[in-house]
């Protein structure tokens, strides 16, 4: 029997459709009381004192840095393994990204190896809690303490996960979260960013919408609405529209039901791997809770070194090109952005500087997940697998 099966599959129902009636029929289409709303409840859901929504994580965590000041002749160190837009944001703001190593078994950034790319230019960390798997936010926080640095939690696959039953996204001074439909909760594209300090939610807001120091909404309901607002500082425009607030606040009624259904079936793929020794399936540290944003193997028929690499992944290729031809959609975990064109052009990297992280791009296998995926479509995925890597090695 042959099927398709996706790699991922946002969850909508009449409810998410219902919901964009409301701004439609009411003509407020920019951000406004949905997109309120729908900051409300992201703030209940993961503990925050308040949240800001904006256009999508990549632009939450360009807030961020511009709300911390970072600009020309700062350094910001962000894990080579993680999606481009990470480092993008540090030098967007004309600042260094400084690309760092990973630890294997969580793919998230190595504190050790954060400490040994600090010099006295560094101003930023950004640790990412990469496919929903929380970075090891104590060693960070410890890092940045005793260096007085700033922390900026790229958070974007973040949701549902926790770390010592702290939502991520809480720890450094800022945390930002994307809605992209490869996320559990999306609103197509769209982003919230947290804050730790009062003030910063105050600067995050006006540099969110040109620098005003008023909303729009906030000025129509006012009494001279016919006067433009102040303008004190050099903003953006990065506002959420409130369709899509409408949407995200249906989608928050589902949160916790997605999130849990996703580890429901990433739990069916821990029991069933073992049937399959050549991948190595995601490592959970004890005081962690996975959101399972993405489900993320290692090709590991044999230990992988910089000298065999090059036939693995071509074997890895080999695997996921076969299963796509049988209907089950797979993607590689995510790539080293040390060995991106523009970073290897602007910062002479050569894949060797951060091995871990190129090792990671070439041998890590997302497996399909999503919340209404059946036992059915899962058994399929292991069967082909099965298949594709016994035709592949004949
Ligand atoms: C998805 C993702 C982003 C980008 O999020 P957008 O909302 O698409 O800007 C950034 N970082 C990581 C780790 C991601 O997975």
Not at 179 to 193: I, L, Q, S, W, Y
Not at 300 to 313: K, S, V, Y
Request: hydrophobic share 40%; with cysteine.
């Amino acid at each position: 029997m042959k099927m398709r099966v996706p790699i991922t599959k946002p969850l909508f129902d009449e409810a998410d459709l219902e919901s964009l009636r409301g701004p439609i029929e009411s003509g407020w289409v920019v951000q406004g009381p949905k997109v309120k709303e729908f900051e409300q409840k992201f703030s209940t859901f993961t503990g925050a004192a308040d949240a800001i929504a904006c256009t999508s994580c990549t632009t939450g965590l360009h807030l961020a840095l511009a709300a911390l000041g970072v600009g020309p002749g700062d350094e910001v160190i962000v894990p080579s393994f993680t999606w481009v837009a990470s480092a993008n944001v540090a030098a967007h703001c004309g600042a260094t990204p400084v690309l760092c190593d990973i630890d294997m078994d969580t793919y998230n950034v190595d504190p050790v190896e954060i400490e040994r790319r600090i010099t006295p230019k560094t101003k930023a960390i950004i640790p990412v809690h990469l496919f929903g798997l929380a970075a090891d936010m104590d060693a960070v926080m410890d890092i940045a303490e005793a260096h007085q640095l700033y922390v900026v939690e790229d958070a974007a696959c973040g949701m549902g996960s926790k770390l010592n039953d702290v939502h991520v996204g809480n720890f450094g001074d800022f945390g930002a979260f994307s809605f992209h439909p490869r996320k559990a909760v999306t609103t197509g594209e769209g982003g919230m960013v947290l804050a730790r300090e009062p003030d910063h939610y105050k600067l995050v807001r006006t540099l969110r919408d040109h620098g005003s120091t008023k909303s729009d909404l906030a000025r129509h309901h006012g009494k001279a609405a016919f006067l433009l607002s102040q303008f004190d500082h050099l903003g953006y425009n990065y506002r959420m529209t409130d369709i899509q607030g409408a949407l995200g606040s249906s989608q928050m009624d589902k949160a916790a039901y997605v999130i849990g259904r996703r580890q429901a079936v990433a739990s069916r793929y821990d029991e069933l791997l073992p049937e399959i020794p050549w991948l190595k399936p995601p490592h959970v540290p004890a005081n962690a809770e996975h959101s399972y944003q993405s489900y993320v193997c290692l090709f590991a028929p044999e230990e992988a070194t910089m000298e065999n690499l090059e036939r693995l992944n071509g074997l890895r290729n080999d695997i996921l090109m076969i299963a796509e031809e049988l209907g089950v959609s797979t993607r590689q975990g995510t790539h080293a952005v040390h060995g991106l064109g523009w970073y290897r052009n602007t910062f002479g990297y050569r894949p060797e500087d951060l091995p871990k992280s190129w090792m990671a791009e070439h041998l890590t296998m997302t497996l399909p997940l999503y919340p209404q995926m059946t036992d059915v479509e899962q058994d399929y995925v292991i069967e082909v697998l099965q298949t594709a890597y016994a035709r592949a090695t004949k």
